[in-house]
């Protein structure tokens, strides 16, 4: 019979609210489907549902019979389970990295289409040392070497990782003492896979005592140590960081420089991560240049950094704020960093008030948005989010046109300023 772990329950209770609505990943490997069941014997026990998907990545020819395989066990064991395809042409390099990301967009997906609270993954002990020794070849940072977060967020839902204690041979073991049958994927012996190769090796790793016990013990100490320095980080953020509603960022360069170069770096990252409009992994030696060097004048990211009058600013690159973007009337437009409402439609462009705003660097100036002459009354008819109902109201009778400008909700406490 399958026996729940303690720590596996106390995990889940930490993380779920009550009758949660979950969504977990199975493949037919051993692992997910050790998972799966867990779950269901759990939720069973607690209240809520459960959606096991399949992602057929379309990558070999055995992939759909596979998907078929488990969706036949999932019906056996009644367990909802869903199918979802990768269609469209594949790509012929980085094919772990991208099958992965498309993995997430496709679960994500379904779990919005669910409303779920979570999406559950069977990473366990190995995968965990295995992605700590890919990060070390590549000289990761203290946030890299954490590898996998027992619980994290993408999106609006939290991806948790339940199994990361748990070792290899006791779900192997588990599954064989109740006869259950688990697929073995011929990717996970693929040399041309990173991962595998990290696994071959954990053998040699074994013999100078970097077995995975040892690795993973090691690994829970960096989160610790990462979960005080973020907390160290935010708290600058929240109390020291003003992001104005015309889409850039503010702070004080002397406060800013009476924290240790971790924290400055973190506090970097953070920001960048906030408004960057490129998705791709931000250079942790390009942070570093700034945070011990700081630069009067910088580009990172697709954004820009500028000290002027002990302020530190962080902006879009002019380069990166949209031009000619039409806004139309009565609905919410994204521009640049920005949410944009307005009464009467207009063209969005970016470009320096007149007059200039004082203590504000013209760099950062010249990305804000143009207020159309159609636009002007008697004064300067932008509001922001708070008082859209409130303007709205007083210019029910009048129909005076209104522009309502918001920050984008990006993970970051916001205070609007200016």
Not at 89 to 105: G, L, V
Not at 117 to 139: G, N, Y
Not at 155 to 178: F, G, M
Not at 378 to 385: G, H, L, S, T, V
Request: charged share 25%; glycine share 4%.
């Amino acid at each position: 019979m399958l026996v729940i772990p303690k720590s596996f329950d106390t995990f889940m209770q930490a993380h779920c609210p009550k009758n949660p609505t979950l969504v977990v990943g199975v493949s037919g490997g051993a692992d997910s489907l050790y998972l799966t069941l867990l779950l269901d014997k759990w939720i069973q026990k607690k209240g809520g549902n459960l959606y096991a998907v399949t992602v057929n990545h379309n990558l070999r020819p055995e992939a759909a019979e596979e998907a078929l395989t488990v969706h036949k066990l999932m019906s056996k064991l009644k367990i909802s389970h869903t199918i979802l395809t990768w269609e469209g042409p594949k790509p012929t390099s980085r094919i772990e990295e991208k099958a992965r990301e498309k993995r997430y967009e496709l679960i994500l997906k379904f779990a919005h289409e669910k409303h779920a609270q979570a999406i559950c993954l069977a990473h366990h002990r190995q995968d965990q040392v295995e992605t700590f020794w890919a990060r070390l070849a590549r000289s990761s940072g203290l946030d890299g070497l954490t590898a996998m977060a027992p619980a994290s967020k993408r999106e609006d839902i939290i991806v948790l990782r339940p199994l990361l204690d748990i070792d290899k041979k006791n779900i192997t073991q588990t599954l064989k003492q109740n006869k259950i049958k688990w697929i073995e994927d011929p990717m996970n012996k693929d040399t041309a896979y990173e991962r595998v190769r990290w696994r071959q090796r954990q053998k040699d790793l074994d013999g100078i005592s970097l077995t995975a016990p040892v690795v993973a013990k090691s690994i829970s100490r960096l989160q610790r140590a990462k979960e005080a320095l973020d907390f160290y980080t935010q708290g600058f953020i929240d109390k020291c960081v003003t992001k104005s509603s015309f889409g850039f960022i503010q702070f004080d360069e002397t406060t800013f420089l009476s924290n240790p170069t971790e924290i400055r770096i973190r506090i970097i990252h953070h920001l960048l991560q906030n408004i960057s409009p490129k998705k791709q992994i931000i250079s942790l030696e390009s942070i570093e240049q700034i945070a011990t060097t700081m630069p009067r004048h910088a580009t990172l990211a697709g954004c820009q950094w500028v000290c002027s009058h002990h302020q530190i600013f962080i902006a879009l690159e002019l380069k990166n704020v949209p031009s000619n973007v039409l806004i139309p009337e009565n609905q919410w437009t994204k521009w640049g960093t920005l949410k944009i409402w307005t009464n009467k439609s207009f063209v969005a462009e970016p470009c320096a008030p007149k007059p200039r705003i004082k203590g504000i660097p013209y760099l950062i100036q010249r990305t804000f948005l143009k207020i159309p002459a159609s636009h002007f009354i008697k004064k300067m008819p932008i509001c922001f989010e708070k008082d859209l109902e409130k303007k709205l109201i007083l210019d029910y009778k009048n129909k005076a046109p209104v522009i309502v400008i918001a920050t984008e909700e990006r993970g970051q406490n916001e205070k609007n300023k200016i």
